[in-house]
């Protein structure tokens, strides 16, 4: 996916077009631009590469894999990013992982969100925000809670006072047509209203909803997105339109 030749401007100019792309998707929808955030995911470069999209204007920046985001946090130190760990965190890396990060995007079981809430509670803030984890497809090999698990599972993570639950992200089906992904992210947003129709957990916010990646967030934003994670297409050539 990388092209260790690529320079500063085409990624300048991917970024660009992302946000004009994600702006005409959110005016579509008959939402503010500014209510989607974009996180660039970076797992396919190096820091060096990384480092040239936080200076193209990418703030948002999310790994899937606690070590890369680690040596990237690291090396882009004095760039002021904001990390978020959107891939599957194992906790025996959860210690090192809660002070470096915004908000960790792949909360799937009690056990990870009970060490994320102890560690997270010996950080100066005492805190870090997650994301729960669904699995709307139902797909045997991916992470996350089955819907019917989701309130149970919030119930269990309300009293967690290291771990504060903003929101729900999902994955579409691996290789679903952008009209299949929109009915997966229609069903994350009809599961998080009817949660809140049936009363959330004391201290549980379900605003934030993490869906969309570089071949169908325009259909996420249309469905409520408030964060897209879009990888690839900012690295690679954009043809032109
Ligand atoms: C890699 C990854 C993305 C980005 O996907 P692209 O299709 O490259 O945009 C988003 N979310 C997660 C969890 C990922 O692992």
Known sequence: MSDPQQGSEQIVSNWQRLLAEVNEAATKAGREPASVRVVGVSKYVDAATTKLLRQAGCQELGESRPQALWDKAAALENLDCHWHMIGSLQRNKVRRTVGLVTLIHSVDSQRLAEAIAAAAAETPAGQVAG???????????????????????????????????????????????????????????????SLREQGLPAGISLNELSMGMSGDFPQAIAEGATIIRVGSRLFSHQPDT
């Open 131 to 193: 994301l729960v984890e669904v699995n709307i497809s139902g797909d045997t090999n991916k992470h996350g809670f089955a819907p019917a698990e989701l309130l149970p599972a919030l119930e269990q993570m309300a009293p967690l006072g290291g771990l504060a639950i903003k929101g729900l992200m999902t994955m579409a089906s691996q290789g679903s047509s952008p009209e299949q992904a929109q009915s997966e992210f229609a069903q994350l947003r009809q599961l998080r209203d």
